[in-house]
């Protein structure tokens, strides 16, 4: 394969943002968990500039290794695509998760098209299943790209909410909801499967209506993912002062999934089964218990 340009040296800031782009050693992490049905997670930057204030990510070692707060820097894995390519004997029918500790289409993505040249060398993997997980309409950016990929590739959106007014306190750098709708959109007219991770589940203005909206977009699937939370996790004091402890409850997640059951009854074979979905993201490593709570 031939080497990919790099892009010329970034200024050290990117809208507010601290870059340090960084050579990274490897690029596929193994999912070991059977339940997620996932063969790797591929991650093609070190931190997030959505900096969603729950972020399960922050609490990961490496995240730490940031030089400023969660969702302040992001390190680029310049590498990431020849790395990639140079390990693609791994992935003879695989599936690849993009991504699970980072947005693949957060607004580096439009610098840095490292996402974008990840996908060109998962195309030429014929036998490799792609997941790509974001919470950004820049996906739309490469929907020729994405539609080339066929029935082996599906997009999933983070749409935590349907109130954008809650999205401005939890994910205030993350795209507005409308625009997720809209991609949502887009990608099913263009033929490409798309699920919906309501995920993690915040305060939900009316769920019969979030969900029945989730339908008319055009998505195949949704799932619906809790939050889970340590008490001395500082997020667990902005659910507090907003009067939204309910989202950890498990009668409040249960009832937002009985709305997105009516709407995307899963398959006969699976009703006298627990729903697994297939697009639910890896849960967290380590320090922190699992902030994806998947419910189907
Ligand atoms: S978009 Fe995902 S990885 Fe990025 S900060 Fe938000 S939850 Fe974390």
Redesign the pocket.
Known sequence: MTPLPLPSEPPPLFQDLLVEPEEARSILRPQKDERYGFGFALSPYRG?G???R????REYPNALHGPGD??GWVAPKVNAPELLWSQRHKLHQARVFMAS???PY?PLERRYRLSRRCLEVLLLCPTTEVIVHT?SPLVLQDLELLRDFGERLSVGL?IPTDDDTVRQIV?PH?PAIPSRWAAVERLAAAGIRVSIGVAPLMAVHDARVFARRARTSGASNAWVGGLRLLKQDPFYKVLADHGWLKVLAPEYKEGIRAAFLEVFPPPKHKREARVEPVTAPPGPMASQPGLFDRVG
């Open positions: 997030c959505h900096g969603c729950y972020c399960y990510v969660w969702g500790a980072t947005d957060q919470r983070s994910e993350a």
